[in-house]
């Protein structure tokens, strides 16, 4: 008895599996969005996430409660420019003289430019392999603000400092004016 199919090419069927594979995962993280969409944004309002537009005030009273800052002066050095010739990228560096191992320690660092869409720009974790609590990074600035360093100390104490920057040339939407 002779075999009357057609030779079959391995490339064709290879190709084919990686088009139906490809169809089966976008079918199913759409499918998957389509199914957990309310369950998600409920999620994002109940997991502290930022909302559009969010004040500064809303964001400090969101990740802070009502716990007070403590001046940071003489345990936080914040750098940055005066003026900002271009406020898509400027430079910044945070050096917390607090300890990141032992009870009392530093365990959180956030960088918040109140004028900002989203104020909080950014949130670093320290640990005793850490070393130190030190940052240095770029930030985006849309308009002259007050950025703030926060240091979040194991016991809850929050040390502050801020500084004023003069933006030149927006580095990303504007708030909402009002």
């Given at each position: 008895m002779t075999?009357?199919s ?17 169809a ?19 999620q994002?309002v109940s ?7 969010e ?9 802070f ?13 914040l750098e ?11 430079a ?20 918040i ?20 609590a ?6 985006r ?8 360093a926060?240091?979040?100390?194991s ?7 801020s ?16």
């Amino acid at each position: 008895m002779t075999n009357l199919s057609p030779p079959i090419n391995p490339r064709v069927r290879r190709r084919a599996f990686l088009r139906a594979l490809a169809a089966l995962v976008t079918g199913g993280a759409a499918m998957k969005d389509f199914l957990c969409a309310s369950r998600a944004s409920a999620q994002a309002v109940s997991s502290g996430f930022p909302q559009p537009d969010e004040l500064v005030e809303v964001t400090l009273k969101r990740l802070f409660g009502n716990r007070t800052f403590q001046p940071g002066d003489g345990k936080i050095k914040l750098e940055l420019p005066l003026i900002a010739e271009d406020g898509g990228n400027v430079a910044i560096s945070v050096d917390a003289n607090l300890p990141v191992s032992g009870a009392a320690r530093a365990n959180h660092m956030y960088i918040i430019a109140d004028k900002n869409r989203r104020p909080m720009l950014a949130k670093f974790s320290f640990t005793p392999e850490s070393g130190k609590a030190f940052i240095a990074t770029s930030i985006r600035l849309a308009m002259n603000t007050d950025v703030r360093a926060v240091v979040e100390m194991s016991d809850g104490t929050l040390y502050a400092v801020s500084k004023n920057v003069r933006v030149t040339i927006s580095g990303c939407d504007l708030p909402p004016q009002g």
